[in-house]
């Protein structure tokens, strides 16, 4: 079964320094997501994707995050100065758009776990 | 504004009880999507169900089955005859129609710990 698939498992950046989390979303999924977990909290929106733009963004998703699709198959997020705070897994997800793409499904990968020291 | 609920932090049983886990949502929209997803310790988070507004029958599937009732604006979740591979922490989420980039509001969470 097609997977979304996430890289790093694990990143440990300094405070201060920008990182770029790695998406392979499902292959004819056409919609793309990052949402992100502080530990033992709940999933929390960050940002969606769809033919090349940002459909739509949450209030944490501030100028210090960024996202693209530098090629046919990556998704990826960025964060340019980090902080403490910004320690948390991120998920990567896809849907597809078939029909109505409302309420489809989205797949999650694994996640990327960053810590920032 | 959307709002998911799970009053349950945490829920502990024996293998083989039934557990429900119970979701209260709340949104403006006339149509929505509601799912459950589940997070085993390994971390991933799998996709169990989807239901949309306009569907309120219940919904089994094996072990698991799904309460929707549009009137309290609850959509629980039960497992019946739990198994330690069950436990998991398992979120409830939301996407409403007017949602341009369809996200999902997620409740808290309830974990669940299944014991031998």
């Known amino acids: 079964e097609p997977e979304v698939t996430q890289t790093p498992s694990h990143q440990v950046t300094q405070m201060g320094q920008e990182v770029i989390l790695r998406c392979v979303p499902i292959?004819?999924?056409?919609?793309f997501y990052w949402y992100r977990q502080i530990l033992g909290q709940k999933v929390e929106f960050l940002v969606s994707?769809?033919?090349?733009?940002?459909?739509?963004k949450s209030e944490i998703f501030d100028d210090q995050f960024s996202v693209e699709r530098p090629d046919g198959s990556n998704f990826t997020l960025k964060i340019r100065s980090t902080k403490l705070e910004d320690s948390a897994m991120y998920f990567c997800?896809?849907?597809?758009?078939?029909?109505?793409?409302?309420?489809?499904?989205?797949?999650f990968g694994d996640g990327t776990r960053l810590s920032i020291l | 504004a959307q709002k998911v609920t799970q009053a349950q932090t945490e829920i502990s049983v024996v293998e083989k009880e039934d557990v429900t886990l119970d979701c209260v949502y709340e949104?403006?929209?006339?149509?929505?999507?509601l799912f459950w997803y589940k997070q085993p310790p390994s971390g991933e988070l799998v996709f169990l169900i989807r239901?949309?507004?306009?569907?309120?029958q219940n919904e089994i599937s094996g072990r698991y089955s799904w309460n929707f009732q549009k009137s309290t604006s609850s959509f629980n979740f039960t497992i019946t005859a739990s198994q330690v591979v069950d436990s998991a922490v398992y979120f409830c989420?939301?996407?409403?129609?007017?949602?341009?980039?369809?996200?999902?509001?997620f409740g808290g969470g309830t974990r669940l710990m299944v014991k031998p």
């Open positions: 239901r949309n507004s306009f569907d309120e």
């Open positions: 994707f769809y033919n090349n733009e940002i459909s739509e």
């Open positions: 949104t403006r929209d006339t149509t929505y999507y």
């Open positions: 989420a939301l996407n409403g129609q007017n949602n341009a980039g369809n996200m999902l509001t």
């Open positions: 292959s004819n999924h056409l919609y």
């Open positions: 997800a896809s849907s597809p758009r078939t029909g109505s793409y409302r309420g489809q499904p989205q797949h």
